[in-house]
């Protein structure tokens, strides 16, 4: 069967109108900042699951890679194939036609969905039997669910709810050889042999098709308290955290760090955004509780909060939400971080986590590191501090970009200094957004041959002839 044959197969299969080639392919083709864009023999959209099925089957026959596709918000490259010439041009399997919720159990705090459903279509289906899917991020409305399974996506609730991993009860997944793996299921305890579905959430497309998932659900709160607070220091913030997790407990929803020059970026460039404190302050917290019950007590626990905090002499200044409007906007300037700075010039984003204790010499260590490379960059930092998240980036502006004499050897170094600080921490490189094509380098580097082994005789048992998403998660 040759190319044409091929797409004339998926025609027939899923019907003309759902197969694209050309330019049609473009916005499936080309990452959502335009920073990564690939090749692919056409795009197809399968309705269901067993059209999934026949379109692996004939892919495999044809030996023709396959790279299967959510929403296409991938951070690191993982979600467009590469360009032409490294290799057989891929088929781009996207899910955003199968969009079912197939069903909601309120009892069991379960969903059952097919992967093309978005994040937030998951969490609207969640809240309709007054329930919460835990998993938040800015891409919500965008991303599928099964894409954010297939990345073990994080966000600002992981610190009560975990990331997706710990989310996610059952999976159907489509294998490399076109078999389905039945593994929908919602119990809370199987100890009937190996956690399959762990082989699948984090894996990027390079092990099967996710096409549906089955999900974990949390009583949903109806109560929120929120405070926008100025430490002293990172370090105070750190000391916050722990004060802010032995009084409140599972009560602590949310605990975000901003750095002043996140702030500006802010303010600079997202209309009707404003500043939360009367004085400029050098960091920022976010931090929210929820609970199922009434706003009074816990705003009220927020409080004596603040009031320990500025007696242990850790905060500056702080504000309270006094309605559901303040904190929208108090929300409204942490998810507004990535618009930002994509608006004050050419940003390189790191997705590091380290240990708690070394949050604040990673910080230190990484900006010196930077500056000591180009004193015209700027530095904001925002990160999930109650997980140890942190994502630093680095903005130049576009003239002084644009007038470096090599800029992507200075992007080299800078990724390979800032990389190497969080590893001499004992943190990471990717915590939340995943390997893609961009961070293959580091796997080689910082994963042991062990872990590096181990990973790839899973690969060449579940996809021998390494048809699904080539190039991405693990170096050649």
Request: aromatic share 4%; proline share 5%; hydrophobic share 45%.
């Amino acid at each position: 069967m040759n190319p044409s044959e091929l797409i004339s197969a998926l025609r027939a299969l899923t019907g003309a109108a759902h197969v694209l080639e050309g330019p049609d392919t473009t916005p499936y083709v080309t990452e959502w900042r335009g920073r990564f864009r690939g090749d692919a023999l056409c795009v197809v959209k399968p309705a269901d699951r067993d059209q999934v099925a026949a379109i692996v089957r004939l892919c495999a026959q044809h030996r023709t890679p396959l790279l299967p596709q959510g929403g296409n918000t991938s951070m690191s490259g993982g979600s467009v194939p590469a360009p032409a010439g490294q290799g057989t041009l891929p088929v781009v399997l996207n899910l955003a036609r199968m969009r079912r919720i197939r069903q909601v159990d309120a009892l069991n705090h379960s969903v059952e969905a097919d992967a093309g459903c978005t994040v937030a279509e998951i969490q609207a289906a969640a809240e309709a039997v007054d329930r919460l899917y835990g998993v938040s991020f800015g891409a919500e409305g965008s991303a599928q669910i099964g894409g954010s399974v297939a990345t073990n996506a994080g966000g600002t609730g992981v610190l009560r709810y975990g990331n997706t991993r710990e989310n996610v009860l059952g999976l159907e997944v489509v294998l490399p050889d076109g078999s389905i793996w039945e593994g929908l299921r919602t119990l809370r305890k199987d100890n009937t042999g190996y956690d399959l579905k762990q082989l699948f959430i984090g894996s990027e497309g390079t092990l099967g098709v996710i096409t549906a998932v089955a999900l974990k659900l949390h009583p949903r709160p109806n109560a929120q308290a929120m405070a926008w607070v100025a430490p002293h220091s990172l370090q105070a913030a750190l000391s916050l955290l722990a004060l802010a997790q032995q009084q409140c407990g599972t009560r602590l929803n949310a605990f975000e760090v901003l750095n002043r020059t996140q702030i500006e970026h802010v303010l600079a460039h997202v209309p009707g955004v404003r500043e939360p404190l009367a004085q400029p302050a050098p960091w920022n917290l976010l931090i929210e509780l929820s609970e199922h019950g009434q706003s009074a007590p816990l705003q009220e626990r927020l409080e004596r909060l603040l009031v320990q905090a500025e007696q242990d002499g850790l905060i500056a200044d702080a504000a309270l939400a006094s309605n559901q409007a303040q904190c929208a906007d108090f929300w409204r300037i942490r998810s507004s971080v990535s618009e930002g700075n994509r608006k004050s010039g050419m940003s390189l984003v790191f997705d590091i986590a380290v240990p708690l204790v070394q949050v604040a010499a990673f910080i230190e260590r990484a900006s010196a590191a930077v500056r000591s490379m180009i004193d015209a960059a700027r530095i904001p930092v925002v990160g999930h501090l109650g997980d140890g998240n942190m994502h630093l980036v680095i903005v130049i502006e576009w003239a002084h970009w644009h007038a470096l004499q090599e800029p992507q050897a200075l992007l080299q170094r800078l990724r390979e200094a800032v990389y190497a600080i969080a590893a001499e921490l004992g943190g990471t490189w990717s915590a939340e957004h995943g390997i893609g094509s961009l961070l293959l380098a580091q796997m080689q580097q910082y994963k042991s041959p062990v872990e590096l082994q181990l990973m790839r005789s899973i690969k060449a048992t579940l996809d021998p002839h390494g048809l699904f998403n080539p190039g991405k998660l693990l170096p050649q």
